[in-house]
Nanobody
Framework: QVQLVESGGGLVQAGGSLRLSCAAS????????MGWYCQAPGKQRELVAT???????NYADSVKGRFTISRDNVQKMVYLQMNSLKPEDTAVYYC??????????????WGQGTQVTVSS
């Protein structure tokens, strides 16, 4: 069983910063892509940023230049540095990992989510 646990969410004023962390645990052979998604009230979950095991990144247009995704392959962690936050960034942020588990192969796992609220 693979578990993803997010931390670092909270309430911040517009223009402020937050750093989200996500720790993967369990019997994991390797992790391919990792990423962050967000879901605002009444909206579908959408991609924020992804990062490959080799460090290649992809960002939603709305966060380019403001957010930075990074990972630590040894510690099985992924991070999201969020700067210049806007009220429209308010959402629950979910960690996602494409993890390879012995005898089960690769599948996607989700964390429980962490709330980010940006006040104007």
């Amino acid at each position: 069983q693979v578990q993803l646990v997010e931390s670092g969410g909270g309430l911040v004023q517009a223009g402020g910063s937050l750093r989200l962390s996500c720790a993967a645990s369990g019997i994991i052979s390797s992790i391919n892509d990792m990423g962050w998604y967000c879901q605002a009230p009444g909206k579908q979950r959408e991609l924020v940023a992804t990062i490959t095991s080799g460090g290649s990144t992809n960002y939603a247009d709305s966060v380019k230049g403001r957010f930075t995704i990074s990972r630590d392959n040894v510690q099985k962690m992924v991070y999201l540095q969020m700067n210049s936050l806007k009220p429209e960034d308010t959402a629950v942020y979910y960690c996602n990992a494409d993890a390879v588990v012995p005898l089960m192969g690769a599948r996607r796992y989700w964390g429980q989510g962490t709330q980010v609220t940006v006040s104007s």
